[in-house]
Structures are given as structure tokens and as C-alpha cells.
């Protein structure tokens, strides 16, 4: 059974129009991880919540937004996006910092 | 700041070769060091973990040491496989930075019968 679940798996959005990505899980962590993750490159952290702390990487464009409203659910949403902001987008989970778990990813396709 | 730098790839061997992959890391806490895997088209698995200082993990014949003095945890196989192909990233989180789990560039490894 899936634990960490991205919806959609494919999404296309039209540019500048805004977009919400979201993730769930049912493993009770307390950790969360939005993640970007460009063509044959390495994950690129956005940012992170442990439990309802909000960790923001600095080099995180203003343009990426997060919201926690409780354990389960985390969403992405990107206010304005541009053709640079297509990408698949990977939420993972963990407790603590132990074995973090990742979905599938959200593929985002900016036309 | 945290950071993790790994060797670039890509690298090809031939089956049964011995596989080395170098992780060198940078942390301001006492950082829980990961090995995960990217198989084409897929999410990452982590593939092994050491938490502390001279912990060995181990997984699937692929083994990694937390060495504290050179501050690394090289990924290495014995006999790898056409199975293994794949892009391998090294990784860190640690309680200094609210456990934020960050990834080295990722190393492709190609393994030719």
C-alpha cells in the first residue's frame, strides 16, 4: 500500500497561472519534504516541516509556497510559474530524520 | 551550512567489477548519513543508512562506513550487476537542521554484461 501519496502524477499548467501540488501520508511522520527535481539532476530541497515548523531553504524562489494543515497532508503551490518551474516534484516523510519515504513525484509541465 | 559532494559519474563497469562511490560530507550537528537509489523512471529508495560514527550499513551486497575523522560514507559493492544500473545519491540530515535531508549531485552508475 501506497504511504506517501502525490497527486496528481502528471500535471500541466499554463504559465503564470497557479498551481497547487499536494501530498499525503499514512505513516504519522513528522517530517515532510517538498522537493524539486530537474532532468538527470539531484533532488533539490525547498523546503521541510518538523511537525508544524516551517524550514524554508534559502535559495527558495518567493514563488514557492507551502502549506501543512496537519500531519497527514502537505501541499506545494506555486503562485506563478514559469517554463523553468517544469520539473518533477517529490514529497517524502520520515520520523525524525530517519528513512525518509518519497512518493511517486508530481511531474509539472508548464505551457 | 550542511553539503554533500560526490564523485561525478558517470560511471560504467562490467558486471562483477567492484563498485566504489565516494561521499565526502559537511555538517554543523551529528548528521545521519543515507545512500539512496533512482532507478530510471522511478522515486528514490534509500538503499542503506549509518547514524552515528563507525556505523556500517548494509543492504543488497552494497555496504557504507561512517567514517567521523574524514567525514565520509563511500558506497561500495563487491560484484555489482546489470540490476544495479542506476543513479545513486548520497544524503544527510541532521537535528541542527530540523532534520532537512540533503542530496550530493547523484552519480549514475552503468553496469554492461
Known amino acids: 500500500d501506497a504511504m506517501v501519496i502525490q497527486n496528481p502524477r502528471y500535471q500541466v499548467t499554463q504559465f503564470g497561472k497557479p498551481v497547487t501540488l499536494s501530498c499525503s501520508q499514512t505513516l504519522n511522520h513528522n517530517v515532510m519534504y517538498w522537493y524539486q527535481q530537474k532532468s538527470s539532476q539531484a533532488p533539490k530541497l525547498l523546503f521541510h516541516y518538523y511537525d508544524k515548523d516551517f524550514n524554508n531553504e534559502a535559495d527558495t524562489p518567493d514563488n514557492f509556497q507551502s502549506r501543512r494543515p496537519n500531519t497527514s497532508f502537505c501541499f506545494l503551490d506555486i503562485r506563478s510559474p514559469g517554463l523553468g518551474d517544469a520539473a518533477m516534484y517529490l514529497c517524502?516523510?520520515?520520523?525524525?530524520?530517519?528513512?525518509?519515504?518519497f512518493g511517486q513525484g508530481t511531474r509539472l509541465t508548464v505551457v | 551550512g550542511n553539503s554533500v559532494t560526490q564523485m561525478e559519474g558517470p560511471v560504467t563497469l562490467s558486471e562483477e567489477a567492484f563498485l566504489t562511490i565516494n561521499c565526502t560530507y559537511t555538517a554543523t550537528g551529528y548528521p545521519s548519513l543515507f545512500w539512496y537509489v533512482q532507478y530510471p523512471g522511478e522515486g528514490l529508495q534509500l538503499l542503506l543508512k549509518a547514524t552515528k560514527a563507525d556505523d556500517k550499513g548494509s543492504n543488497k551486497g552494497f555496504e557504507a562506513t561512517y567514517r567521523k575523522e574524514t567525514t565520509s560514507f563511500h558506497l561500495e559493492k563487491g560484484s555489482v550487476q546489470v540490476s544495479d544500473s542506476a543513479v545513486y545519491f548520497c544524503a544527510l540530515s541532521d537535528t541542527d537542521s530540523g532534520y532537512a535531508l540533503n542530496f550530493g549531485k547523484g552519480t549514475s552508475l552503468l553496469v554492461t554484461p
Open positions: 517524502a516523510t520520515s520520523k525524525t530524520g530517519i528513512e525518509a519515504f
